[in-house]
């Protein structure tokens, strides 16, 4: 997946915050399954262990795939790819704390 937008939101005190204006990014996402990771390869380069995974879904016509990832600090978080009939693409990052939306396109 090839990214064009990101937002972000924080959790503070049990209250999210709105959701942060578009910034325009330009980032290549990758899942490998042979070594079980997904990798944002951003600036510095993100790496997601999966430990597990929902059965994929489809909601309102797109593939809904969720996984549950550790972070290369130890972190837990949950990686949700949403992909549509017209290969757009949007991958939520979501930790207790904080949550990134990446919007794009398959590769």
């Known amino acids: 997946m090839k990214t064009e937008?990101?937002?972000y939101r924080?959790?503070?005190?049990?209250?999210?915050?709105?959701w942060s204006a578009l910034k325009k990014t330009s980032v290549t996402v990758?899942?490998?399954?042979?070594?079980q990771r997904i990798i944002v390869n951003s600036s510095p380069k993100e790496t997601y262990r999966i430990l597990d995974?929902?059965?994929?879904?489809?909601?309102d016509d797109s593939l809904v795939q969720d996984y549950y990832c550790v972070d290369s600090s130890g972190k837990k978080c949950i990686?949700?790819?949403?992909?549509?009939?017209?290969?757009?693409?949007?991958?939520?990052?979501?930790?207790?704390?904080?949550?990134y939306i990446y919007s794009g396109y398959l590769l």
């Open 30 to 35: 990758t899942i490998n399954a042979d070594e």
């Open 79 to 99: 990686v949700t790819f949403v992909i549509s009939k017209s290969e757009s693409a949007i991958i939520n990052l979501k930790y207790n704390n904080w949550e």
């Open 53 to 59: 995974f929902k059965p994929t879904q489809y909601i």
């Open 5 to 7: 937008y990101v937002k």
């Open 10 to 18: 924080q959790n503070k005190g049990g209250y999210w915050s709105e």
